[in-house]
């Protein structure tokens, strides 16, 4: 079974303090590792996909990089705006057709960013 | 059109009430999810559809009802629920991914349901 775990639970970081977030991951046969961010009481917002080791993709403060084992996410000179929640989730290969695009999720980093 | 739009936002219902909560996107997705969250938990997948057919269920209790009625909308019917069935509702969309490849999904805002 697919198995995602996010280090730490929750950051607190001033504005500009650069910090990465963790996401372990075990899984038979990746076919895909994602970023998500999730404000409260909002559906999570897509950032990343990942699928190879040493893949790395950026998007303005943010950079996703990738491992046989983890991804780290890069949060340079974050704003207060960048407070949210970050979710990592896998896909698995499941064989020749997947049934649906199947994610399982980590416990997300509540990460806080304080002006 | 880039958005899946859930509806209602909150729902507070009884626990002999019966209401369904919809989702609807237009971006040609053919696979559809709905997923249940609880407070700073990660999101947990209950059902997957895929062109229209119910492809996953995460062993989810009867007393919700999955359907897709066609490609651009799904729906999860609510009956006889219980207090702890309380969370955040989030339905997704995909491309279906073949054996190579996979896509993101895009999620919509969520219902909040409460259950008194």
């Known amino acids: 079974e697919d198995q995602v775990t996010q280090s730490p639970e929750a950051l607190r970081l001033q504005e500009g303090e650069s910090s990465s977030l963790n996401c372990s991951y075990t899984v038979s046969g990746l076919r895909g590792l994602f970023w998500y961010r999730q404000d409260p009481g909002k559906g999570p917002e897509f950032l990343f996909t990942l699928y190879s080791a040493g893949e790395e993709k950026e998007k303005e403060r943010l950079k996703a990089t990738l491992t046989k084992k983890e991804s780290f996410l890069h949060i340079t000179a974050p704003k207060p705006e960048d407070s949210a929640t970050y979710l990592c989730?896998?896909?698995?290969?499941?064989?020749?057709?997947?049934?649906?695009?199947?994610?399982?999720f980590g416990g997300g980093t509540r990460v806080l960013v304080k002006p | 059109d880039t958005e899946v739009t859930q509806t209602p936002k909150h729902l507070v219902m009884g626990m002999t009430n019966k209401k369904s909560l919809k989702c609807e996107q237009h971006?040609?997705?053919?696979?559809m999810y709905w997923y249940k969250q609880k407070a700073k938990k990660p999101p947990e997948l209950m059902f997957v559809y895929s062109y229209e057919k119910l492809s996953i269920n995460e062993s989810v209790p009867s007393r919700f009802s999955p359907e897709c009625p066609n490609s651009s909308l799904l729906n999860l019917h609510l009956h006889a629920l219980q207090p702890e069935d309380s969370a955040l509702y989030l339905c997704?969309?995909?491309?279906?991914?073949?054996?190579?490849?996979?896509?993101?999904?895009?999620f919509g805002s969520g219902t909040r349901l409460t259950v008194v």
């Open positions: 989730a896998v896909q698995e290969h499941r064989g020749i057709k997947a049934a649906g695009n199947k994610l399982t």
């Open positions: 997704a969309s995909s491309r279906v991914g073949g054996s190579q490849t996979t896509y993101g999904y895009t």
């Open positions: 971006m040609g997705h053919r696979a």
